[in-house]
């Protein structure tokens, strides 16, 4: 890790609660590095690194990533010299012990969580979200069919690249990363509660409602 660690925020939120649209929007908004594990692996599985090729079967499956290869995979991340600006974690912690090796790797630092904003949006609406979502291949830029679309269809507005449907929105595999990961996350919400440090978020709103209330959760006076 750097030798030093500026603010630390973890998004948390069921897998499509809006925790990468949100957290693209929110680390420019607070000049903060965005770090998602699950952009992390799938640019591995892209490249078909040692790392990526471990990674694709339990993605593929909906499964959790083992702790050992997500927790050196973080660390690594959090040793650039970006990390010193302050963080925002998408996808992870997704285990009260990924949690508990953050807090002590933050520790070491002189550094610790402030804030987990929790994007909270009900089972029933994670499905739809998943399988209307379109992402670009540049930047992992979020659309969705519905809600969200691009000016013009199968481009992304940001960077022109691109749109793509990621495998495991497949229905399938989004069933299986529901059932097996919905539990683990409520663990973890349980973890920051108890550390004082969760604010709750309506994610059924719309995107921009959402982005105001993580910035009223994140203001410094509440971080
Ligand atoms: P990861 O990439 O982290 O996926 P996830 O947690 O399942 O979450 P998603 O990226 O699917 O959803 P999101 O919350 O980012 O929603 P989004 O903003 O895109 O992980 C993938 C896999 O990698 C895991 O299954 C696991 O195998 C592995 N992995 C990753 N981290 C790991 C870890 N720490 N440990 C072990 N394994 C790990 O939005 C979704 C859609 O909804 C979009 O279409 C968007 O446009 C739309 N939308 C967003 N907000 C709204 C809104 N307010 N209203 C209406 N629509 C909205
Ligand atoms: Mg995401």
Same mark, same amino acid.
């Given at each position: 890790m750097t030798a030093s660690i500026g603010r630390v925020v973890v998004l948390l939120g069921a897998p499509g609660a809006g925790k990468g649209t949100q957290a693209q929007i929110l680390s420019e908004k607070l000049g903060l590095a965005h770090v998602a594990t699950g952009d992390l692996f799938r640019a591995a599985v892209r490249d078909e690194t =040692?790392?990526?090729?471990t990674a694709k079967g339990y993605m593929d499956r909906g499964e959790l990533v083992p702790d050992a290869v997500t927790i050196e995979m973080l660390l690594e991340r959090l040793a650039k010299p970006d990390a010193e600006k302050g963080i925002l974690l998408d996808g992870f912690p997704r285990n009260t012990a990924q949690a508990e090796v953050l807090d002590k790797a933050l520790a070491d630092k002189g550094g610790r969580v402030d804030v987990a904003p929790y994007i909270e949006v009900p089972e029933a609406d994670l499905v739809g979200r998943l399988g209307?979502?379109?992402?670009?291949?540049?930047?992992?830029?979020?659309?969705h069919e519905q809600t969200k679309? =691009?000016?013009t269809p199968g481009i992304c507005d940001a960077d022109g690249s691109e749109l793509y449907q990621r495998t495991d929105d497949q229905p399938?595999?989004?069933?299986a990363r529901l059932q097996q990961q919905l539990g683990a996350l409520d663990l973890v919400v349980d973890y920051y509660r108890t550390k004082g440090?969760?604010?709750?978020?309506?994610?059924?709103?719309?995107?921009?409602?959402?982005?105001g209330d993580l910035l009223a959760a994140l203001a410094p006076a509440n971080g």
């Open positions: =040692p790392l990526g090729v209307g979502r379109w992402i670009c291949r540049a930047a992992g830029h979020p659309y679309p =691009p000016v399938a595999t989004v069933q440090v969760l604010k709750v978020v309506d994610g059924r709103q719309g995107i921009d409602l959402v982005t």
